[in-house]
């Protein structure tokens, strides 16, 4: 079983150090070249640069959610011995956020709509196409996959605390980024503020989840440590083991 843990261990390792790549490449972008607030200059951003364009319309955001999936799956698979309601809740409610916000992003029909502005296509028309599919990225597929994003870092957070696993910053951060995304990011300036500061718990628990589970998968390369007395549950079977191990007829057992 711990060959077949130790693939799901080091890609969901890997995956959470490139959702934290991807984080810190957008938090610069955005703090050099904000997302556009209209839609004719959203046209203009693709216009000048497709890359930018993608980029402020959450193209790396769509790549690093993808990149959940072998997280989530990895915290399961650890958890799943010791709390395997939780585990399950939390690799559901997770997945299905990844699959519901995959619809709702819209950088591939910002790019088509802003290539057919160049094209010679009225502008007109595409400023109104461009200004449905913004309210498309903020509608219900949006809204249920930030909240069961939420759900699903709390659920892990509650497992990780009962079982210990990682040690209580695991679990904190994890909560705490949980609790921070039930209020999804476009309900108003509180929505915005939420969103800004549950990325310092999550980034925090990413980076413990990288050397946490990098860990594990390095440990189901150990050999298993045989079992000894001091593993018994019982201490009266231990001392019955014992003593049988001790006994006169035990010891005048023939010898090979």
Same mark, same amino acid.
Request: a neutral charge; charged letters at 15%; one cysteine or more.
């Given at each position: ?23 810190? $490449? ?5 703090? +050099?070249?904000?997302?556009? #607030?209209? %839609? ?14 993608? $980029?402020?319309?959450? /193209? ?8 959940? $999936? ?18 399950? #809740? ?8 990844? !699959? ?5 992003? !819209? ?6 709509? =802003?290539?057919?502005?160049? %094209?010679? /296509?009225?502008?007109?028309?595409? $400023? #109104? ?14 809204? +249920?996959?930030?909240?069961? @994003? ?8 509650? =497992? ?9 910053? %695991?679990?904190?951060? *994890?909560?705490?980024? @949980? ?17 800004? !500061? ?20 390095? %440990? *189901? ?16 079977? /231990?001392?019955?083991?014992? #003593? ?13």
């Amino acid at each position: 079983m711990s060959e077949l843990r130790r693939p799901v261990y080091r890609g969901a390792s890997w995956s959470a150090f490139a959702v934290l790549v991807l984080i810190a $490449i957008q938090l610069v972008v955005f703090a +050099v070249w904000p997302p556009p #607030g209209s %839609a004719e200059a959203w046209l203009d951003v693709f216009a000048r640069s497709p890359l930018l364009g993608l $980029i402020n319309a959450d /193209a790396l955001y769509l790549v690093s959610t993808v990149l959940l $999936i072998p997280v989530y799956l990895g915290l399961a698979v650890r958890l799943a011995a010791e709390e395997p309601a939780l585990a399950l #809740g939390g690799v559901t409610a997770g997945l299905v956020s990844v !699959v519901t916000f995959v619809p709702s992003n !819209v950088a591939a029909e910002l790019w088509d709509l =802003a290539g057919r502005a160049s %094209a010679g /296509a009225e502008r007109e028309v595409v $400023i #109104g196409a461009v200004e449905a599919t913004l309210a498309r990225s903020s509608g219900s597929a949006f809204l +249920v996959s930030y909240v069961l @994003g939420g759900v699903a870092l709390l659920l892990f957070a509650l =497992a990780l605390r009962r079982t210990g696993v990682w040690g209580p910053a %695991a679990w904190r951060t *994890c909560g705490v980024a @949980g609790v921070l995304m039930l209020v999804p990011s476009t309900v108003g300036v509180v929505g915005v503020v939420f969103s800004l !500061v549950s990325l310092v718990p999550w980034v925090w628990f990413c980076v413990l989840a990288v050397r946490r589970l990098g860990d594990d998968a390095a %440990a *189901c390369l150990l050999p298993a440590r045989p079992v000894g007395l001091e593993d018994l549950e019982e201490p009266a079977e /231990a001392g019955r083991l014992e #003593g049988w191990a001790q006994s006169p007829s035990r010891s005048a057992m023939p010898r090979s």
